[in-house]
């Protein structure tokens, strides 16, 4: 004998019609929630917006110059290598008074931000040699720092970028396009900043 050949499981107490106008009440339900969380889409951007606005962005909307410098042992570095993760891209130099003056901020930024997996912070030199990095750092009790130090060998990278007089930082998204750019100083440190990366992460594409 047989087996009856078992028919999709159903709501209890619904007779066939019943269970026709059921599924439409859950696909109208459906499109309703769909539609109002797509309705609310313009309303986060703008509240992401206006959590970096007191700091003054560029916004763009470029693909990002990729790039090959090197780490302070001498290893070849990509942008293209953080692709899938957001990128806080400073650039920077030893001889630079203001870019002095907003390390200590660029490297609270980067311990604020050491536990998440999906963002980097990077700072990148332009110094003539890398060996005038690490004294620095180390001067500034930075050494340690959580900011992955790279160094441009050829001391173009930034201007690729459109910086012209040093420290400008860049946001560069998951999928390797500027999203904002940062002309001069910033203090990277405060919640405020730390609040605008986190609001940034995870928008590329919306």
Not at 59 to 76: H, S
Not at 188 to 200: I, K, L
Request: charged content about 20%.
């Amino acid at each position: 004998m047989t087996a009856p050949t078992p028919t999709p499981a159903q709501p209890r107490g619904l007779d066939p019609l019943g269970a026709v106008a059921y599924a439409i009440y859950i696909g109208l339900g459906g499109l309703l929630v769909f539609g109002f969380a797509w309705g609310l889409l313009p309303a986060v951007k703008k509240q992401n917006d206006a959590t970096c606005a007191s700091l003054s962005p560029e916004v763009r909307d470029v693909v990002a110059p990729d790039f090959e410098v090197q780490d302070l042992d001498g290893n070849p570095v990509k942008l293209s290598d953080f692709r899938g993760k957001f990128v806080v891209l400073n650039f920077w130099a030893t001889w630079c008074p203001p870019c002095i003056t907003e390390w200590p901020q660029v490297h609270q930024l980067g311990e604020r931000l050491s536990g998440r997996k999906d963002v980097v912070v990077i700072a990148l030199s332009v110094d003539e040699k890398p060996e005038l990095v690490e004294p620095f750092l180390e001067r500034m009790s930075m050494g340690e720092t959580p900011v992955r130090v790279l160094w441009d060998p050829n001391n173009k990278v930034h201007t690729d970028f459109g910086t012209t007089k040093l420290p400008d930082t860049y946001f560069v998204d998951e999928t390797g396009r500027v999203v904002q750019a940062y002309i001069n100083t910033r203090k990277w440190g405060s919640p405020t900043a730390v609040q605008c990366v986190e609001s940034m992460i995870g928008r590329a594409g919306s």
